[in-house]
């Protein structure tokens, strides 16, 4: 039987985090609260009048205390424990981001999903990039938003999820500058919950990178977050298998290229170039075979070769945080 979802409807919620999204946060917001009845948006330290705005146009707006560090995990936990003081009977929240706009017809879908499958956890929609011609580095945001239908192991942090699930986890890992959304997934498997990507629209993304310098700062963000959950749960593959990456071509194939450049007359830099090229072809391919343009699917293995370099960087900065004890701080691209 199919579920009718009403925008009043109080079985479900939305919250909404974000920091200095101006427009975006406009449109994010109008479609949330189009969406349900309860808007939760957390605001994590904005200078362009954020809370304000989210206050003049209905929504319960938190602030997070700058005295600790900001991190979006922070910023859901701290949202959904607001939502569940002032709405405690929630059955279903929304965790949305303040760069992204709520699919009309998503929230129906996804609880359908939720309440027909008992098993699942969490839901979540396809995401599409507002502005992927707008720069490259949009387009690459365009095609990582792209993920098989049904089962998956992790999902991002926007999703559809039972409000019980997330008190069972007792949420995210706030400590955690970025992977938050993937560990809480691996929790979410390791409880016995599943979680399903549906064929459905979602939301719509504003990605608004358009140099190379937030580029950069993102995929350091990125090797951070390898290097971090991969230690936390040494047992998962993925992240494992990501950090290996980083040290490989980060930084091995580089010093075996560089030390011996001249006992080899130069022949270690070339093949240390040689490898680089074979690692484009090998992602390219595999890119092709999942039936990706050619025009996207080498851009796409370039910057994923050249991702490994700020990404180390990300790497080592955890370990010397780690090693002098100091508190991993966001690392901010836009």
Known sequence: MRVMLSA??????????????????????????AAASMVVYVDSGSSDGSAAYARSVGCTVHELDAARPFSAARARNEGFARLMEIAPETTFVQFLDGDCELDPAWLEAGIEALRARPELGIARGAVSEM??????????????????LGEVDACGGRFLL?????????????????GEDDEFCLRVREAGWKIAMLD???ARHDAAITRWSQWWQRMRRA????????????????????????????????????????MTHGGSLAAAVG?????????????????????????????V???????????LEYKLRQRFGRNSRLIEYK
């Open 8 to 33: 009043t409807s109080s079985s479900v919620a939305i919250v909404a985090i974000g920091r200095n999204e101006g427009e975006r946060l406009k449109c994010c917001l109008s479609a949330a609260l």
């Open 275 to 303: 490898l680089y090229a074979l690692q484009y072809i090998y992602i390219a391919r595999g890119a092709l075979r999942r039936g990706w343009r050619a025009a996207d699917a080498w851009p796409y293995a370039a910057f």
């Open 131 to 148: 502005y992927p011609e707008r720069s490259v580095y949009n387009r690459l945001c365009s095609l990582e938003w792209q993920q098989k």
């Open 200 to 202: 459905a629209p979602m």
């Open 162 to 178: 039972r409000a019980r699930v997330f008190r069972q986890m007792n949420g995210m890992r706030a400590d955690l500058i970025a």
């Open 305 to 315: 070769v050249l991702s490994r370099f700020p990404g180390l960087l990300g790497l």
């Open 223 to 262: 090797g951070h977050a390898f290097a971090q959950v991969a230690e936390l749960h040494p047992g998962w593959p993925y992240f494992r298998g990501e950090r290996r990456k980083l040290w490989i071509w980060g930084l091995l194939v580089p010093l075996a290229g560089l030390l011996p450049l001249v």
